[in-house]
């Protein structure tokens, strides 16, 4: 419906990057151990601004350049590690879980603002 498209926005996809950013930082954490593991990470912002601008919509096609949409994939990158192990394992388990607690309390507060987008949008219906 296209009311929920304009009450969820960007924070849909938002929240779907922040996830699979997690996901991603959990397996760095999952692998510290493993030899030859390199971390990786998501470049939230760029994949986010790709996603937003790949969503717009131009009256002629040279009214919005973008380098083609991009998905979660697009957005992973090595981190550059502090040290590397002997093992070249690039894991700095202490950066990562930094790093995940640091994306756990930004996705939580994307979920807040979608769910009082919610709250509105059922304020609305119910004529309040």
């Known amino acids: 419906m296209k009311i929920f ?6 924070h849909e996809k ?20 493993t030899p030859g593991f390199k971390a990786r990470d998501i470049d939230f912002k760029n994949v986010l601004n790709n996603v937003q601008s790949s969503s717009m919509r131009a009256t002629h096609a040279g009214h919005v350049r973008h380098a083609g949409s991009a998905g979660a994939g697009s957005g992973l990158l090595y981190t550059v590690p502090f040290s590397t192990a002997v093992d070249g394992n690039t894991v700095d388990i202490s950066v990562e879980h930094a ?15 979608i769910e009082g987008n919610i709250a509105g949008v059922r304020k609305a219906l119910r004529g309040e």
Not at 5 to 10: Q, R, V
Not at 15 to 33: G, P
Not at 99 to 113: H, I, S, V
Request: charged share 20%; hydrophobic share 45%; no cysteine.
């Open 5 to 10: 498209d304009t009450a969820f926005g960007l």
């Open 99 to 113: 790093k995940y607690g640091k994306a756990a309390a930004e996705y939580q507060a994307t979920l807040r603002f």
């Open 14 to 33: 938002a929240l779907n990057l922040r996830a699979q950013r997690m996901e991603v930082l959990s397996q760095n954490i999952a692998n510290a151990d």
